[in-house]
């Protein structure tokens, strides 16, 4: 079997919501030497990002979006121990989470991983995060980079609210802002004062070093 008819098998358990295929082939995939981040992007994202069109355009239902979701996460679960090593001489500190109203998390997660392979020491709030609790955590934790994630067009405004909370409470500019989700872009983050912005996981890797550069 080629690498592209594994990753387009992975995809397709993605899409049919099948966590044992989807487990069982990320872990050949992995066995027959595709690499890790291939994997994530050729493959769990693309079924990800399929059932979503599929959602979207109404063939499948919430259920269908669910089981998706669980199946890819069975594929992160094989490639996780793989990309995140023990380092402790972290490069910086982020702390990240979703916005309140917002239960999205793949794709931050998929960002913590890979902050934390390039060595950055991460604290997760989760998801439905209130503006208020980003602060909190902020004074206590300290980062150098807080990390904002949202995915919902109804709840994209809690990015700004959460930076307009921020100046209030005097820590903008000590600590800077990334923010990323599905529909966020550029044009959005410099709306807001955002500090940075990344369309997917190795980008927001490069946009977290270039903010503490
Ligand atoms: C999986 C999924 C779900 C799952 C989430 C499970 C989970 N544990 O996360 C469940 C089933 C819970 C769900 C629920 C809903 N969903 Co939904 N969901 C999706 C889906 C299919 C995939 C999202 C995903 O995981 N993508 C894969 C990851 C890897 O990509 P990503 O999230 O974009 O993340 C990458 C980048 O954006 C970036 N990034 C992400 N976060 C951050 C943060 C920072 C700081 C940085 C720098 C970068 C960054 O890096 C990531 C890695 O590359 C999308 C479709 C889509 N195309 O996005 C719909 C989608 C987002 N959902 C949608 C909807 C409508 C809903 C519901 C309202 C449905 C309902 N009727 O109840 C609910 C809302 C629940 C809530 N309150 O949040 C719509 C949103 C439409 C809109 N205009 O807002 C979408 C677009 C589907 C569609 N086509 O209609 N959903």
Same mark, same amino acid.
Do not use: C
């Given at each position: 079997?080629?690498? %592209? ?10 899409? %049919? ?5 989807? +487990?069982?082939?990320?872990?050949? $995939? ?6 890790? @981040?291939? &994997? ?17 355009? =109404?063939?499948? +239902? ?12 069975? *594929? ?20 990240? *989470?979703?916005?309140? *109203? ?16 390039? =060595? +950055? ?19 206590? +934790? ?7 994630? $949202?995915? @919902?067009?109804?709840? &994209? *405004? ?6 307009? @909370? ?40 490069? &946009? ?6």
């Amino acid at each position: 079997m080629t690498n %592209e008819e594994i990753l387009n098998t992975i995809i397709e358990g993605v899409k %049919e919501g099948d966590e044992d295929k989807v +487990f069982e082939w990320t872990n050949k $995939a992995i066995a027959t030497g595709i690499e890790p @981040l291939v &994997v994530i992007n050729d493959g769990l994202t693309k079924g990800i990002q399929a059932v979503g069109t599929l959602f979207g355009n =109404g063939t499948y +239902f919430l259920p269908d979006l669910l089981l998706g979701a669980k199946a890819m996460d069975a *594929g992160i679960k094989v490639i996780e121990p793989l990309m995140v090593d023990q380092k402790r001489d972290y490069v910086g500190r982020v702390l990240m *989470g979703t916005v309140e *109203g917002d239960l999205h998390e793949i794709g931050k997660n998929i960002v913590i991983m890979m902050l934390k392979t390039a =060595g +950055f020491e991460v604290l997760d709030l989760g998801v439905d995060v209130p503006a208020k609790k980003f602060i909190e955590k902020a004074r206590e +934790f300290k980062p150098d980079i807080i990390g904002i994630s $949202a995915l @919902l067009t109804t709840t &994209v *405004g809690r990015q700004k609210e959460i930076i307009e @909370l921020l100046e209030e409470e005097g820590l903008k500019g000590k600590v800077k802002v990334m923010i990323g989700g599905a529909p966020i872009n550029q044009n959005w983050a410099n709306t807001i004062g955002a500090d940075g912005y990344a369309e997917d996981a190795s980008v927001a890797v490069d &946009v977290a070093k270039r903010l503490l550069a």
